[in-house]
C-alpha cells in the first residue's frame, strides 16, 4: 500500500481472467465489508459483466496473519453482486478444511500467469439463429481408476485423485497433501496432509503404513498432528474410518 492510499481506498481484490473464461477474485485482504463496497462499486460501472458470473475465489495470496476467511459470508457477498462461486483456491488447511465442509471444490495455488479485467459495459448485440445442438457425449463413468504415485511427494506438492483412489508407494514428505474423492493409500512413511472422500463420501478410508500425519480427514471431518500424537498409534500401520462424525484410528 503506498503511503498515499489510505485503507478504505486500498484495493482488497483484482479480478483476473483465465484461460477457461472464468473469472478469478484473487483476495488480497480479508476484509469482508470492503469486498461488498468496493464489488457494489465495480457492478455499477458494468451491471452487465456481473450477471450470473461463474467466479473462482482465491485466498492463497492473502498474506501471511490474516485470520480466518468466512467463507459462506463471502460466497453470499459474491451472489449478491452477480458472481456464482464456483470453486476456491488456496492453500491454507482451515480454507481447505471450509470448503469441504460446504462441498465446494478445492483447486490449488496456480503458477499460471493471469491479466487483471476491468469490468467495461458493452452494448448487447443481436445474436444470430443458433445451429442445431450436437447430441450430447456419453457421461462420464462416477467412479475412475486408481490414480497411482510411485515417486516421493515432496513438500509444497498436492496430489487429487477425482473420482476414484489415491495410491503412494513411497514417502509423503511433510507440507505435502493428499486429496482423493474416494480412499487413500499410503506404503511409506506419511507425514504430510491426507483428506479422503472430499466431496462427502462417508465411507472413505485412509491406510498408512507408518502414520506421522500432519493432518488426516474423511468427508470434512479431521484430525490434526496434535490430536494424532497423543493416539498410542502415532508411528503405526494404521487405517482411519469415520462413525458419525468421529474419526476411528485403528492398527492394520
Known amino acids: ?62 498474506p501471511v496473519g490474516e485470520g ?24 491454507r488447511i482451515e ?13 490449488p495455488p496456480s503458477g499460471a500467469r493471469e491479466r487483471p479485467v476491468d469490468p467495461v459495459e458493452i452494448e448487447p448485440v443481436k445474436k444470430p439463429e443458433p445451429a442445431p445442438a450436437p447430441p450430447p457425449p456419453p457421461p ?14 515432496r513438500g509444497g506438492q498436492q496430489i487429487y485423485a477425482q473420482g476414484g483412489d489415491l495410491v503412494v508407494v513411497s514417502a509423503v514428505s511433510p ?32 491406510f498408512c503404513q507408518q502414520m506421522t500425519a500432519e493432518l488426516v480427514s474423511i468427508a470434512g471431518q479431521y484430525k490434526v498432528s496434535e490430536d494424532l500424537r497423543r493416539d498410542p498409534l502415532w508411528g503405526a500401520g494404521v487405517q482411519v474410518s469415520l462413525s458419525g462424525d468421529v474419526l476411528n484410528i485403528t492398527r492394520l
Not at 462420464?140 to 511427494?153: L, W
Open 1 to 62: 500500500m503506498s503511503q498515499s492510499q489510505t485503507p478504505d481506498q486500498a484495493p482488497v481484490f483484482q479480478l483476473k481472467g483465465s484461460m477457461l473464461a472464468i473469472t478469478v477474485l484473487e483476495l488480497a485482504r480479508n476484509d469482508l465489508e470492503g469486498l461488498d463496497r468496493q464489488l457494489a462499486a465495480k457492478v455499477a460501472q458494468a451491471p452487465n459483466f456481473f450477471s450470473n458470473t461463474p467466479l473462482v475465489l482465491a485466498l492463497d495470496k492473502l
Open 68 to 91: 480466518s476467511v468466512d467463507l459462506p459470508g463471502m460466497m453470499r457477498v459474491c451472489r449478491q453482486h452477480g458472481l456464482r462461486t464456483l470453486a476456491i483456491r488456496a492453500s
Open 95 to 107: 480454507d481447505i478444511a471450509a470448503a469441504i465442509a460446504i462441498d465446494l471444490p478445492v483447486l
Open 140 to 153: 462420464e463413468p462416477t467412479v475412475r481408476p486408481t490414480k497411482i504415485i510411485t515417486s516421493p511427494v
Open 175 to 206: 507440507g505435502a497433501e493428499l486429496l482423493a474423492d474416494g480412499n487413500i493409500h499410503v506404503y511409506g512413511p506419511m507425514r504430510g496432509r491426507a483428506l479422503a472422500g472430499i466431496k462427502g463420501n462417508t465411507r472413505a478410508r485412509i
